[in-house]
C-alpha cells in the first residue's frame, strides 16, 4: 500500500535516504508510484533499485533540473506471460510499430504492455486497436521491416553498430553545436532554448557512454557465448548478461523520457514565429534522430536482448 503520493529527498537524513526510499518502493502495491523531489539528478537511485529489486519498476522524469529534479517511481503490474506484448508485436512487423509510434505509444521501452493495456491508455476498446493492427499490415506502403528476428545474434549486433550506433556517434556532436549555436541567438528570448542546450548536452554525453558499454562489455560477451569462448570473457556468464542488459534497458527507458522532456520544452518541436533557418534545422534534425533512436532501442529491447537471455539460460542448462 502507497505510503505517500510524495518524498522531499531533500528533507531526509543523508544516511537515511536510501533506507527511507526503499521503504516507500517496498511498500507499493503493483501499479502504484510515488514521486521523490531531489535537488540534484537521482539517476545512481534506479541503478540501485535495478541491482536490489530488479526490473519490476517504472522509471519517468517528471522535471530535470537545473534546480530540482521530479521522479515518478512505480512498481510495474503483473501480467500473463503468454500474453504477446505490444514490443513482440512491432518486432515482428515495422508496419504495426509505426501505427503504435503514430499513436503516441512508447513499443520500445514500453514494450511490455499488452494490447489491453495500450488500448486502455488510448481510451479506446481493445478490439478497435487489434483491428487497426492488421488493417495496417494490409494498407500500409511500408515493408514488413527486415527479418531481425530471423538473423543471426552475431550479425544483428554488428548491424546496430554499423547502422544506429554510427548514425549516434555522427549526429551527435552536431546537434550539441546547433543547439548551442540557435541558443546563443535565441536563447534570451526563449529560455525553453537555454533548457534545452543543459539537458540535451547530459543526454548526449549518456548516450555515448551507453552505446560505450554496449560496444566493449555486452556484445563482446554475447558474441563470445555464441561462438563458444565464454571462458576467455569474463563477463561472458548468464549472470553477467541479464545485469548488463536490465541496467542498458533502464537506461533506454530514460532516454526516452528524456526525448518526452525535450518535446514538452519545445512544444512537440513547433516553431515560433521569429524562428531561422538554423532553428528549424535544429528541430527537424531533433525529430530525425529521436525517430532513429526509437527504433535502435526497440531492434535491442524486443529483438537482441531477448535472444541474448535466451542464449544464456541455454547456457545455464549446459
Known amino acids: 500500500m502507497i505510503k505517500a503520493e510524495r ?28 514521486i521523490i523531489d531531489n535537488d540534484h539528478d537521482p539517476k545512481p537511485l534506479y541503478y540501485e533499485l535495478l541491482g536490489e529489486r530488479g526490473n519490476i519498476f517504472n522509471w519517468e522524469y517528471l522535471e ?15 501480467r500473463n506471460g503468454t500474453t504477446e506484448t505490444i514490443g513482440e508485436i512491432a518486432a515482428k512487423d515495422l508496419r504495426k510499430a509505426q501505427l503504435l509510434r503514430e499513436k503516441g505509444i512508447d513499443f520500445s521501452c514500453g514494450g511490455d504492455k499488452t494490447v489491453k493495456e495500450v488500448a486502455g491508455d488510448l481510451g479506446i476498446e481493445e478490439e478497435q486497436l487489434k483491428e487497426e493492427l492488421e488493417n495496417k499490415k494490409t ?26 550506433h554510427q548514425y549516434v556517434k555522427r ?28 539537458a540535451a548536452r547530459l543526454f548526449f554525453n549518456d548516450l555515448v557512454a551507453h552505446m560505450k558499454k554496449e560496444e566493449s562489455i555486452l556484445f563482446p560477451a554475447i558474441k563470445a ?6 571462458s576467455k570473457d569474463q563477463n561472458a556468464t548468464p549472470k553477467n548478461i541479464k545485469s548488463a542488459v536490465l541496467m542498458l534497458e533502464k537506461e533506454h527507458q530514460i532516454s526516452m523520457e528524456d526525448f518526452t522532456y525535450f518535446r514538452n520544452l519545445t512544444n512537440d518541436y513547433e516553431l515560433p514565429e521569429a524562428a531561422c533557418d538554423s532553428w528549424a534545422y535544429l528541430y527537424q534534425l531533433l525529430q530525425e534522430f529521436e525517430e532513429d533512436w526509437v ?9 537482441l536482448f531477448p535472444k541474448a ?8 542448462k549446459n
Do not use: C
Open 7 to 34: 518524498l522531499d529527498v531533500t528533507q531526509i537524513v543523508p544516511k537515511l535516504k536510501h533506507a527511507t526510499i526503499f521503504e516507500y518502493f517496498d511498500a507499493l502495491d503493483a501499479g502504484e508510484g510515488f
Open 64 to 78: 530535470q533540473g537545473p534546480e530540482w529534479w521530479r521522479v515518478r517511481i512505480a512498481k510495474k503490474e503483473k
Open 139 to 164: 494498407s500500409s506502403n511500408l515493408p514488413p521491416s527486415h527479418n531481425y528476428q530471423d538473423w543471426g545474434i552475431d550479425f544483428l549486433m554488428d548491424y546496430i553498430v554499423q547502422s544506429h
Open 171 to 198: 549526429n551527435a556532436p552536431n546537434l550539441t553545436d546547433l543547439i548551442l549555436k540557435v541558443t546563443e541567438r535565441h536563447g534570451n528570448e526563449h529560455p525553453e532554448l537555454k533548457k534545452l542546450a543543459y
Open 225 to 230: 557465448i555464441d561462438q563458444g569462448t565464454a
Open 295 to 303: 527504433y535502435h532501442v526497440h531492434i535491442e529491447n524486443n529483438i
Open 309 to 316: 537471455l535466451e542464449m544464456t539460460e541455454e547456457l545455464s
